[in-house]
């Protein structure tokens, strides 16, 4: 199954812009691409997915490179409630998509 | 829409008794659902995953005579922690979703803080 790799941690200003990077370089074909956030004390909340092309919700936009290999999530505007962990995650082929949650990326918001 | 509602939200408890979670999709049904564990300062770690009307498929490590595991409807899930012990102690979260490929997302409900003394 591919892996993902994220920086562990990411600062950024409120009212900014937030760009979180994801690397999955082995990614295949058939391989979506999920965000999800995790605030403190809290379940996981769904963000976006995406497998080619670049998406938008209501949250954030998800951008896709075009090999794939990597993709970026996008805060278009960061809050103090934006502050959480962001996991980026291919699920799992033949495992009944199971997501595998790895450290992903600490954002903190600054005032 | 896609609310996963999870109950109760903290419980504490002596040890050698049982705890029932429960994992309910409120407005829409839920072919498969997840259960997770998280310990402090740790990421998720996924317990089970069950089909409804299925058993549960349990991820190495996790004892199914521990952990069971019940998905009787497309809208409910529980977990009975049988016999628990301190070390059982942990956030449980489970996570609901809609068919069965991956361009599906999951909804987690706000997960249960359990407490034995």
Same mark, same amino acid.
């Given at each position: 199954?591919?892996?993902?790799?994220?920086?562990?941690?990411?600062?950024? @200003?409120?009212?900014?812009?937030? #760009?979180? =990077?994801? @690397?999955?370089?082995?990614?295949?074909?058939?391989?979506?691409? !999920?965000?999800?956030?995790?605030? =403190?004390?809290?379940?996981?909340?769904?963000?976006? #997915?995406?497998?080619?092309? @670049?998406?938008?919700?209501?949250?954030?936009?998800? /951008?896709?490179?075009?090999?794939?290999?990597? *993709?970026?999530?996008?805060?278009?505007? /960061?809050?103090?409630?934006?502050?959480?962990?962001?996991?980026?995650? %291919?699920?799992?082929?033949?495992?009944?998509?199971? %997501?595998?949650?790895?450290?992903?990326?600490? %954002?903190? +918001?600054?005032? | 829409?896609?609310?996963?509602?999870?109950? =109760?939200?903290? +419980?504490?408890?002596? *040890?050698?008794?049982?705890?029932?979670?429960?994992?309910?999709?409120?407005?829409?049904?839920?072919?498969?659902?997840?259960?997770?564990?998280? $310990? =402090?300062?740790?990421? %998720?770690?996924?317990?089970?995953?069950?089909?409804?009307?299925?058993? /549960?498929?349990?991820?190495?490590? +996790?004892?199914?005579?521990? $952990? &069971?595991? @019940? #998905?009787? *409807?497309?809208?409910?899930?529980?977990?009975?922690?049988?016999? /628990? !012990?301190?070390?059982?102690?942990? $956030?449980?979260?489970?996570?609901?979703?809609?068919?069965?490929?991956?361009?599906?997302?999951? !909804? $987690?409900?706000?997960?249960?803080? &359990?407490?034995?003394?």
């Amino acid at each position: 199954d591919a892996k993902t790799t994220q920086p562990n941690s990411m600062e950024s @200003n409120e009212e900014e812009p937030v #760009h979180l =990077p994801c @690397n999955h370089s082995t990614i295949s074909g058939t391989d979506y691409i !999920h965000w999800y956030r995790q605030l =403190p004390s809290q379940g996981p909340e769904y963000v976006i #997915h995406g497998l080619t092309s @670049n998406v938008n919700n209501r949250m954030a936009s998800l /951008a896709i490179a075009e090999d794939r290999k990597s *993709s970026t999530l996008i805060l278009h505007r /960061a809050t103090l409630r934006d502050a959480a962990v962001y996991y980026c995650i %291919l699920p799992s082929r033949g495992s009944n998509y199971k %997501l595998t949650f790895g450290k992903g990326t600490l %954002l903190t +918001v600054n005032p | 829409g896609a609310v996963v509602s999870q109950h =109760p939200s903290w +419980v504490i408890c002596k *040890s050698g008794t049982s705890v029932k979670i429960e994992c309910r999709s409120l407005d829409f049904q839920a072919t498969t659902m997840f259960w997770y564990r998280q $310990f =402090p300062k740790q990421s %998720l770690m996924l317990m089970a995953t069950s089909n409804e009307g299925s058993k /549960a498929t349990y991820e190495q490590g +996790v004892e199914k005579d521990k $952990f &069971l595991i @019940n #998905h009787a *409807s497309l809208t409910l899930s529980t977990l009975t922690v049988t016999s /628990a !012990h301190p070390e059982d102690s942990s $956030f449980y979260i489970c996570s609901a979703r809609v068919g069965t490929v991956s361009n599906q997302p999951q !909804h $987690f409900g706000d997960g249960t803080r &359990l407490s034995i003394l």
